[in-house]
């Protein structure tokens, strides 16, 4: 049986190509979309793909009338936790791509998700290289004293520092603190 998929931002850069490779996925099936520019219009009419007659919706709440098992959220970190925590409530496990929230907002979902007995996967970036330069870096942080974490980008990003600088620091701070050996002034 195909697992159920809803993808907020579903035609954003990110999003519509999640969208494409859970529509190709032979154990998935895209069956809501969340979309606020393009509500109203099917999914596969806009991003050009058949399979899915599944209509873009304006919000999460409304999305989450259709039935399924998880909610990818990829959207802005304004609307992010307000949608995590729609989803929860609508009984739906969640998988959270968008970047930006902070730690009170991932306390205040994980205590809904425990009360909800869901699951969420917060994951700051995706990449295959990401992931391995954090573990890389958690492997050198047991034997090198200093550290620090430099994150570039365009002058207008809503989310700085971004998701993948926040989780790195978070894991890193598990291992050790940076030894400062000149003073920061």
């Known amino acids: 049986m195909a697992i159920k998929v809803c993808i907020a931002g579903a035609t954003g850069w ?109 994951a700051g970036n995706f990449a295959l290289t990401v992931v391995l330069m954090q573990k890389f870096s958690e492997i050198a942080a047991k034997y090198i004293s200093q550290w620090e974490i430099i994150d570039y980008a365009h002058d207008d990003k809503k989310d700085a520092p971004s998701g993948t600088a926040r989780e790195i620091a978070h894991r890193l701070s598990k291992i050790r603190s940076s030894e400062l050996t000149i003073p920061l002034e």
């Open 14 to 122: 990110a999003g519509s190509a999640l969208s494409m490779a859970v529509q190709q996925a032979e154990d998935m099936a895209l069956v809501a979309a969340v979309s606020r520019k393009k509500q109203g219009k099917e999914i596969g009419g806009v991003l050009g793909f058949s399979g899915s007659d599944a209509v873009i919706s304006g919000s999460v709440a409304e999305a989450l009338t259709t039935k399924c098992d998880v909610m990818v959220e990829y959207t802005k970190p304004d609307v992010a936790k307000q949608n995590i925590l729609t989803a929860l409530d609508a009984g739906v496990h969640v998988v959270v791509g968008t970047s930006g929230l902070s730690d009170d907002d991932y306390a205040e979902i994980n205590e809904k998700a425990k009360a909800k007995q869901l699951g969420v996967l917060a």
